[in-house]
């Protein structure tokens, strides 16, 4: 099974900061095709996750140009520019390259 | 808009057998594949199960393999889940996701389900 593993963020974050989570893949998640099979989601408190990021770089429909999705075949980062209060919650990033699609372990935003 | 609404959750006792529903509208469901994936009590996401938009093509988790089913009446707009043998590691919150190729793109409000004596 392909392991994501999932980076701490030095929390909290000021209100304003801008915020960079990290996630490593076992394996490579370039597929043949130039694509990169890798999503970002988030849960807010009490909520169900939401997708933010898909193809590793591109957003999902009404999501804030301040999210935005960056990496290489292993190496994945999610950038939060100028972090707000709405983006307090446990961020998982996923792979669909291969069956079992796994997460990461999540990463906590808090916010100061 | 888009809504899943899971429903059929609640308390059994290990190796019994309980079927999940999950009502969706807003969209064509025949159109799309769907998903279900948990989320044990304060702990991370797991995909269970898979299944194509006519139905014919399914996947499973490895720990859940053989025990849960996976399936879908597009005439009801309605996905279901068949948890058999169920055991405590199964307690969760269980969640509907609409999904193409392995990206979950909306998410019911999910059900729990709790495994105990």
């Known amino acids: 099974d392909i392991v994501m593993t999932q980076g701490a963020l030095p929390n909290p974050v000021p209100s304003g900061e801008s915020a960079s989570i990290t996630c490593q893949s076992s394996?490579?998640?370039?597929?043949?095709?130039?694509?990169?099979?890798l999503n970002w989601y988030l849960q807010r408190p009490g909520q169900s996750p939401q997708l933010l990021i898909y193809?590793?770089?591109t957003r999902a429909s009404g999501v804030s140009d301040r999210f935005s999705g960056s990496g290489s075949g292993t190496d994945f980062t999610l950038k939060i520019s100028s972090v707000e209060a709405e983006d307090v919650g446990v961020y998982y990033c996923?792979?669909?390259?291969?069956?079992?699609?796994?997460f990461g372990g999540g990463t906590k935003l808090e916010l100061k | 808009e888009v809504q899943l609404v899971e429903s059929g959750g609640g308390l059994v006792q290990p190796g019994r057998s309980l079927k999940l529903s999950c009502a969706a509208s807003?969209?064509?469901?025949?159109?799309?594949?769907m998903a279900w994936v948990r989320q044990a009590p304060t702990k991370g996401l797991e995909w269970v199960a898979s299944?194509?938009?006519?139905?014919?093509?399914?996947r499973y988790g490895d720990s859940v393999k053989g025990r849960f089913t996976i399936s879908r009446d597009n005439a009801k707009s309605t996905l279901y889940l068949q948890m058999d043998s169920l055991r405590s590691e199964d307690t969760a919150t269980y969640y509907c996701?609409?999904?193409?190729?392995?990206?979950?793109?909306?998410w019911g409000q999910g059900v729990m389900v709790t495994v105990s004596s």
């Open positions: 996701a609409r999904r193409t190729v392995g990206i979950f793109d909306y």
């Open positions: 394996k490579s998640l370039l597929h043949s095709n130039g694509k990169t099979y």
């Open positions: 299944i194509s938009y006519g139905g014919s093509n399914t």
């Open positions: 807003g969209f064509t469901f025949s159109d799309y594949n």
């Open positions: 193809w590793m770089s």
């Open positions: 996923q792979q669909f390259l291969e069956y079992p699609w796994t």
